[in-house]
């Protein structure tokens, strides 16, 4: 498998396309005015605690306070001390207090920031756990290696204190690389404890590495060829800081000089745009229909017209076989989080659906993203969850529509004009003036001029007054006000 990962900068917007074998597989968009929290250490002040839910809400000067459970909160008794439950969090924190805590998950939708008070810094080969004495190694790494990585991890670390995770990228670093990942650790937290000592409550202490630094961080692997950058200033940074903490991404990184703009060269816009969208073509002439909530996402499968197979059981087979690709790929590309449900075509037989569960978890396996997937449901559903690490593409780059309020619908003209007019009827009761104004979207008042003309003549007689009308062109089907004259 080749990556390629495309960097395109602007002083407002930083975007960047991850491209396996020419196809875009993610995205990740980072606005200067809407820089990603998780990460971010603050000194936050306790505004409210809750007994019943065992949470406090913390003000970190964001719009929403954020939200912190007892389960992420840092104390010297552990979670369980023999057999006991937890020490309850009214007896921990109080209100006004001034408590040092990072960001866990991003503020999604009405929903505040999560916190835990359990701090942690990332460093490219390792995690710094300050208030702790553990040394652990990532699951990724192999069973059998860790014990030898973890003694070397203990013996570099020292009695200086606090504790240290061995990233995956970090298993075959030098003994030199990962004491100087250490000292780089220490040092920022040495920085976040006096900035916690000078500034006041709702104060950042420390803020996480921007999208470009991230891309040398955790994006690029082994598998990478090339990261393509497209600002000649940006390049020189980045280059500086991965010389100096991941030289072998470093090593990759490539100034991007063509004349055609850089998500050109593999239709990135064209994906984006696509993944917008509720419907996904399928190479077979099949597609997707992805609908995303609240609460949950749906994908419907459907053949559509693909009618290649020699018999139906496998068209349908074969429609879904493909479709267990794309779909993964999909949660990849809008950032997809939460419940997913998956409705694939019914199959009759036993073999097909385990080949293409098979296949559909598979795909899921490449996802960086923590997924977990159940098997075919009496219904022929297949429920799966991915762990939500930030906002989906299309809750950054769209908002509810004006004129449907996120619906997907509107009324239509002739339910706003007898809507207008039980609300005349409603107000003439209650009011008693000279004339009454209809103000409504121009094909409104087309309606009452038109079909609904006797209706409103009808109206006017009954209640006495006069009724007129005014087109408003800034208004949306549904809209309209009554005025009193």
């Known amino acids: 498998m080749q990556q390629d990962i495309l960097v395109n900068w602007s002083p407002q917007e930083t975007r960047v396309a991850v491209v396996e074998n020419g196809a875009v597989q993610e995205l990740h968009v980072e606005r200067a005015l809407e820089r990603g929290l998780v990460g971010n250490v603050y000194l936050g002040k306790v505004t409210r605690v809750l007994p019943g839910m065992q949470s406090a809400f913390i003000d970190i000067g964001l719009e929403r306070a954020a939200f912190l459970h007892v389960a992420d909160l840092h104390t010297s008794h552990g979670p369980h001390v023999g057999g006991q439950p937890q020490v309850p969090i009214e007896k921990q924190v109080f209100e006004g207090q001034a408590l040092m805590v990072q960001v866990i998950k991003e503020p999604i939708g009405t929903k ?25 190694v990532s699951q990724k790494i192999p069973a059998d290696q860790r014990d030898a990585l973890r003694a070397r991890l203990t013996q570099l670390a020292g009695p200086q204190g606090g504790g240290f995770i061995l990233r995956t990228n970090g298993e075959d670093s030098s003994d030199a690389e990962l004491a100087e990942d250490i000292a780089y650790l220490r040092k920022t937290w040495a920085r976040i404890r006096e900035a916690a000592t000078r500034l006041p409550p709702t104060s950042i202490l420390h803020q996480d590495l921007n999208l470009l630094q991230r891309v040398l961080r955790d994006l690029t692997g082994d598998e990478t060829q090339t990261v393509r950058i497209d600002s000649r200033e940006q390049f020189e940074l980045l280059m500086a800081f991965g010389r100096e903490f991941m030289p072998k991404g470093a090593a990759k990184l490539q100034l991007y000089k063509g004349e055609r703009p850089i998500f050109d060269l593999f239709s990135v816009d064209e994906e984006i745009a696509r993944a917008l969208g509720r419907r996904v073509d399928l190479k077979s002439g099949g597609y997707l229909i992805v609908d995303q909530t609240e609460a949950l996402t749906t994908i419907d499968v459907n053949t559509g017209g693909f009618v290649g197979a020699r018999n139906f059981d496998d068209t349908i087979f074969k429609t879904n076989l493909e479709a267990a690709q794309a779909i993964a790929r999909q949660l990849r590309l809008r950032n997809l989080g939460g419940i997913i449900i998956a409705d694939f075509i019914d199959m009759v037989r036993e073999d097909h659906r385990d080949a293409v569960l098979a296949e559909f978890r598979k795909q899921l396996a490449r996802d960086r993203v923590k997924t977990m997937t159940g098997g075919f449901s009496q219904l022929g559903l297949v429920e799966m969850t991915r762990k939500r690490t930030r906002e989906s593409l299309a809750h950054m780059l769209c908002e509810a529509c004006p004129a449907c309020q996120g619906q997907g619908i509107v009324k239509t003209a002739r339910t706003a004009a007898y809507d207008i007019l039980r609300e005349i009827l409603r107000e003439a009761r209650q009011f008693n003036p000279r004339e009454f104004r209809i103000v409504a979207s121009p094909r409104v008042v087309e309606l009452f001029l038109d079909e609904e003309s006797q209706h409103l003549a009808g109206l006017s007689d009954f209640i006495g007054k006069p009724i007129s009308l005014q087109a408003e062109a800034a208004m949306g089907q549904a809209q309209y006000d009554i005025v009193l004259l």
């Open 112 to 136: 505040g920031a999560r916190l835990s008070s359990q701090i942690s810094i990332a460093g490219r080969l390792l995690v710094f756990l300050p208030q702790d004495e553990h040394i652990g």
